[in-house]
């Protein structure tokens, strides 16, 4: 069954660094997305993207946060200068559709830690 | 503020029985509703699904259950396994958008 994919699995990088944390979703779905998981908290969401624009955000994408499909299987992640509360773990998702007939698959995340 | 939240956050349950996870939302716009598994050090994987149209769904072993009236959805799984044990998470999604907004999960153990 195909999946989505991501690495690296583990990050440790230090306060103010960028990162870039990197996604292949499923080959034939069009719609993209970014969620994380603060250790003992919800998965939430950050950002969704289709036709390589950004289509929806919630208010903690701020402007360190940004998103690339730089090619025609990769999905990126980038935050631009970590800080300590951006630790968490990472997961990428995508859908087929982009509305309830297509659920949500998900990688198996990529754990931030900002030391 | 509206959200999607679980009563119960560990449930334990027998090998061989029946466990019922329950979930509540508050938004009366959501119309579309997802349960996902997740086990340690993986994603959420997607287990079913349900329209805001539908009262019922059934998947190999699983069902679920929405009440609109009282906005209520619950997860059954049926002959409840080890493999079984794992976090489960109910999710929203309303009208407008494709976000998800998740609850807080329960940890369902099972026991030998």
């Known amino acids: 069954e195909p999946e989505v994919t991501q690495t690296p699995s583990h990050q440790v990088t230090q306060m103010g660094q960028e990162v870039i944390l990197r996604c292949v979703p499923i080959s034939n779905h069009l719609y993209f997305y970014w969620y994380r998981q603060i250790l003992g908290q919800k998965v939430e969401f950050l950002v969704s993207?289709?036709?390589?624009?950004?289509?929806?955000k919630s208010e903690i994408f701020d402007d360190q946060f940004s998103v690339e499909r730089p090619d025609g299987s990769n999905f990126t992640l980038k935050i631009r200068s970590t800080k300590l509360e951006d630790s968490a773990m990472y997961f990428c998702?995508?859908?087929?559709?982009?509305?309830?007939?297509?659920?949500?698959?998900f990688g198996n995340g990529t754990r931030l830690t900002v030391t | 503020g509206e959200s999607v939240g679980l009563h119960l956050p560990t449930l334990s349950v027998q090998e061989g029985d029946n466990s019922i996870i329950n979930c509540a939302y508050s938004?009366?716009?959501?119309?579309?509703f997802i349960w996902y598994k997740q086990e340690s050090g993986k994603g959420p994987q997607f287990i079913i699904d349900i329209r805001s149209n539908m009262d019922k769904r059934q998947g190999q072993r699983v069902t679920v259950l929405l009440n609109k009236t009282v906005k209520h959805l619950s997860l059954q799984i049926a002959a409840t396994q080890p493999g079984d044990s794992a976090v489960y998470f109910c999710?929203?999604?309303?009208?407008?958008?494709?976000?998800?907004?998740f609850g807080g999960g329960t940890r369902v153990l099972v026991k030998p």
């Open positions: 993207f289709y036709n390589n624009e950004i289509s929806e």
């Open positions: 938004n009366s716009a959501s119309d579309y």
């Open positions: 998702a995508s859908s087929e559709g982009g509305r309830h007939n297509s659920p949500l698959h």
């Open positions: 999710a929203e999604n309303r009208a407008a958008g494709n976000k998800l907004t």
